[in-house]
């Protein structure tokens, strides 16, 4: 059980993000929404700093005697994670955007390859694959 479970979590090669806000065609870092990193976390229309998740003392194993100090019963999230391009790469997603006031601009809710490298969440990246 505890093998399928860390196999639905695990980020591999395959995996992708969606921007959360709109970016400029060429960018330097993206706020990204990934789908299989953050099921529960919902995508929402906008990058969002303040979500509040309830710690549920029930998921723990003899729940009434666990008492774990120093952990407040909400915490405080987003729904994103701030991610640069890959090798410092900054590649082109002129296909995707569209020409506004400030330039051409993706705008959120796109699709873009994610790299992770050894399943490492510390270690992910956007890229120009497709």
């Known amino acids: 059980m505890?093998?399928?479970?860390?196999n639905e979590l695990q980020l591999t090669?395959?995996?992708?993000?969606i921007n959360v806000e709109d970016v400029p065609e060429t960018p330097e870092e993206m706020r990204v929404h990934i789908p299989k990193l953050m099921p529960d976390?919902?995508?929402g229309e906008e990058a969002i700093e303040d979500l509040k998740f309830v710690v549920n003392p029930s998921i723990l194993i003899n729940a009434p005697a666990c008492q774990v100090d120093g952990i407040k019963p909400v915490l405080t999230g987003q729904n994103f994670l701030t991610i640069k391009?890959?090798?410092?790469?900054?590649?082109?997603f002129r296909s995707k955007a569209e020409e506004t006031e400030e330039g051409y601009?993706?705008?959120k809710h796109n699709?873009?390859?994610?790299?992770?490298?050894?399943g490492d969440?510390?270690?992910m990246y956007f890229t120009g694959k497709e």
């Open 2 to 6: 505890l093998q399928q479970s860390t």
């Open 13 to 17: 090669g395959g995996e992708y993000c």
């Open 41 to 43: 976390i919902e995508l």
């Open 85 to 92: 391009p890959y090798g410092n790469e900054y590649p082109n």
């Open 105 to 107: 601009m993706v705008p």
């Open 111 to 118: 699709k873009f390859a994610l790299e992770v490298q050894h």
């Open 121 to 123: 969440i510390n270690n």
